[in-house]
């Protein structure tokens, strides 16, 4: 498992009974988490005196319960700084266990040895964005939510990234990338972060079961001559690890080369010293 243990300003403090404690800097937040089906007792301070607390319904969805937490806030990581904010289903706009690898393709981006291009696909908030950028890359960053990429945007402002050279794109994903290959645009590393179901700007349906393998295929004729890494990541659970290792193992290994290799995503639990699973990530490497 590919761990996401260099966090100092973000913990889960402890889990239990389909619920996380965490840390967010100076506030502590319960949010519910699927992956948690056991029952161990709730000792901490914090599952009674949250800042913040994200109710499951029954019925789908939920809502949030506040308890003295600002509207905004941020946190920092190697560097970066990240603005959060709690808005619907249960989200705070980062996904910390993607410090794993951050700290992966950061590190050959900056061992590279000359300009390294990144596409950056359902890239959200930007977190993944930020990191390619620190390290030197020029990003290309696509979402099709207009108010994600503005948060985006916001990050890159204060992380001190602004005027890095990223390109912010607001569009379906699928579609800007036939586009690129059209006008012949090439990057030497695409990152995706593909949803389990979504809709484009013009309500075109996402299902990842169906769309990944085209869309992996899509971006592989999207590679430069001499390509540094794709990364794949899902939160989806049907998706193993194994079965990201194979699609970037039929796509990307008979034209290029390199390696794959396939991980579950997960932090460490600091009251038991354990792993929580968090997704999984596909690796190709030259």
Known sequence: MWLADQWKDYEVIDCSRGEKLERWGDYLLVRPDPQVIWDTPKKHRGWKQPNG??????????????????????IGYKGLTFNLKPFSFKHTGLFPEQAANWDWFGEKIRKAGRPVKVLNLFAYTGGATMAAAQAGAAVTHVDASKGMVGWAKENAHSCGLADRPIRWIVD?????????????????????????????????????????????????DLLSDAPLFFLINSYTTGLAPAVLSYLLGVEIIPRFGGRVQAQEVGLPVTRTGLVLPCGASGRWEA
């Open 172 to 220: 379906d994903c699928v579609k800007f990338v036939e586009r690129e290959i059209r006008r012949g645009n090439r990057y030497d590393a695409i990152i995706m972060d593909p949803p389990s179901y979504g809709r484009g700007p013009k309500g075109e349906i996402w299902k990842i079961e169906d769309a990944i393998h085209p869309l992996v295929r899509l971006c592989a």
């Open 53 to 74: 607390h994200y109710h499951r319904s029954s019925k789908g969805g939920g809502e949030w319960e506040f308890f003295d937490l600002p509207q905004q806030w941020s």
